[in-house]
């Protein structure tokens, strides 16, 4: 079946520094996946998305890679602050209409 | 404001007891969807609808029913609720235009069910 997984439950790094969070899937090729960001009991916000004709995707300080012969997204952080702190989701349209997100990850960023 | 609303934020009910979890965007968009997040599992989609009278399963559809009969609502209907639908309900859109879909889905403050 199709999956998601993400590298870690959690990730705990010091201010300035650049965060990365690894987001892997087996079973499908989807043409495009998507981060969000949600911060604790609140909705996931969308943050950036890259399609399988990208190889990477900035905005600010975001990054994101897509490497579909590795079926791997990496989602990077540069000069991390604390009030990045929050869970990163990533998802990918499994077919049709159908989105699956992963479990995310918790990024904590100590100052 | 552009936003996703959802109603109620909050609710204890008991099984058996049939509930509704109303939704409803003001962004014109015609894709909505309902996911539900459980520690652990991330969220997991449960029904969605390409647009007005449009729903299709999710992976996890059992013990729920939804309707689109306005393209700004979509009702989350619980009818013999059960204590393993307690969770944490989010309700999403995202607008679709023909010939090209944007993916980026909206997402409203969440409702969390509890079922004694």
């Known amino acids: 079946s199709q999956k998601i997984e993400q590298n870690s439950e959690a990730l705990n790094i010091q201010e300035g520094k650049t965060a990365t969070l690894t987001c892997n899937y087996t079973?499908?090729?989807?043409?495009?996946l998507q981060w969000y960001r949600q911060d604790p009991g609140r909705g996931p916000v969308f943050l950036l998305l890259i399609r399988e004709n990208e190889k990477e995707k900035r905005k600010e300080r975001l990054k994101v890679t897509f490497d579909t012969t590795l079926k791997q997204s990496l989602f990077h952080i540069t000069a991390s602050q604390p009030a990045d702190s929050a869970t990163y989701l990533c998802?990918?349209?499994?077919?049709?209409?159908?989105?699956?997100f992963g479990a995310g990850t918790r990024l904590f960023v100590k100052a | 404001e552009a936003q996703v609303t959802q109603n109620p934020r909050y609710l204890i009910t008991v099984t058996g007891k049939k509930l509704t979890v109303t939704c409803s965007q003001n962004?014109?968009?015609?894709?909505m969807s309902w996911y539900r997040q459980d520690p652990g599992l991330g969220l997991r989609q449960i029904y969605y609808?390409?647009?007005?009278?449009?729903?299709d399963k999710g992976d996890v559809p059992e013990g729920y029913k939804v309707s689109r009969k306005e393209k700004r609502n979509f009702p989350l209907i619980l009818e013999s609720p059960s204590p393993n639908q307690t969770s944490l309900y989010f309700c999403?859109?995202?607008?679709?235009?023909?010939?090209?879909?944007?993916?980026?889905?909206?997402f409203g403050p969440g409702t969390r069910l509890t079922v004694t």
């Open positions: 998802a990918l349209e499994a077919g049709g209409f159908k989105t699956i």
């Open positions: 609808s390409m647009n007005v009278e449009v729903t």
């Open positions: 962004m014109n968009h015609e894709y």
């Open positions: 999403a859109s995202s607008l679709s235009t023909s010939g090209s879909r944007s993916y980026e889905q909206y």
């Open positions: 079973n499908y090729s989807p043409a495009y």
